[in-house]
């Protein structure tokens, strides 16, 4: 158990459904996170939540649009994606404020676009 | 432009050898520098720290070291036992800048019995 809880961890959809990714945390953390996962690329940080409010947008195609309803749960609604979406998604939380504090990461959501 | 480099995909070492891992980064602000181990099908787990007024660190089989003029990070793992084959990434931070942790590419350490 990580603290960090991620569902579901396998996705399977077309190019034009939606859906949505869950994120929780156990941790009493504010900060929450999307991050994506390419293969052979760097993690990518797609957005940041401090206490509820979205601090960072990192150029994300509107297609992700990220919900935070409050601290401990945080989603990523899909929809319209691309095949060169598919991706393992991780969401992570940690103490806001400072980028020192350890990020507690989810096993994450493997996304394929078909 | 990378910000953060791992220029090894992989590397192999042998049980009860020493593993070092190496990350390269392009800004001198980067003040927090920081290492994840990732194994298959689970998110990356937090591994070690180091802040920038230090050059080493160490937590058991695991020392990081920080040159700052070679912009230069690495990880020693000794000795290496096979629970440690995973995918390690380095990561930066600055504090006073854009408040982004920014990963690299990750390397494969696969140790060998």
């Known amino acids: 158990e990580t603290g960090v809880t991620q569902t579901p961890r396998h996705l399977v959809m077309g190019m034009t459904n939606k859906k949505s990714l869950k994120c929780e945390q156990h941790?009493?953390?504010?900060?929450m996170y999307w991050y994506k996962q390419s293969a052979k690329k760097p993690l990518e940080l797609m957005f940041v939540?401090?206490?509820?409010?979205?601090?960072e947008n990192n150029s994300v195609p509107s297609r992700f649009s990220p919900e935070c309803p409050n601290s401990s749960h945080l989603f990523l609604h899909l929809h319209t994606l691309q095949p060169e979406d598919s991706a393992l998604y991780l969401c992570?939380?940690?103490?806001?404020?400072?980028?020192?504090?350890?990020?507690?990461f989810g096993n994450g959501t493997r996304l394929t676009v078909t | 432009d990378q910000q953060v480099k791992q220029n090894s995909p992989s590397l192999s070492v042998q049980e009860g050898r020493i593993s070092i891992l190496n990350c390269d980064y392009t800004?001198?602000?980067?003040?927090?520098f920081l290492w994840y181990k990732k194994y298959p099908a689970e998110g990356p787990t937090f591994l070690i720290s180091?802040?920038?007024?230090?050059d080493k660190n160490e937590d058991g089989r695991f020392t990081v070291f920080l040159n700052k003029s070679a912009k230069h990070l690495s990880l020693h793992i000794v000795p290496s036992q096979p629970g440690d084959s995973a995918v390690y990434f380095c990561?930066?931070?600055?504090?006073?800048?854009?408040?982004?942790?920014?990963f690299g590419q990750g390397t494969r350490l696969t140790i060998n019995p």
């Open positions: 992570a939380s940690s103490l806001p404020g400072t980028g020192t504090s350890p990020l507690h």
């Open positions: 941790l009493g953390h504010n900060a």
């Open positions: 939540y401090n206490f509820k409010e979205q601090t």
């Open positions: 800004n001198s602000m980067f003040d927090y």
């Open positions: 180091i802040s920038s007024i230090k």
């Open positions: 990561a930066v931070f600055e504090i006073q800048g854009a408040q982004k942790l920014v």
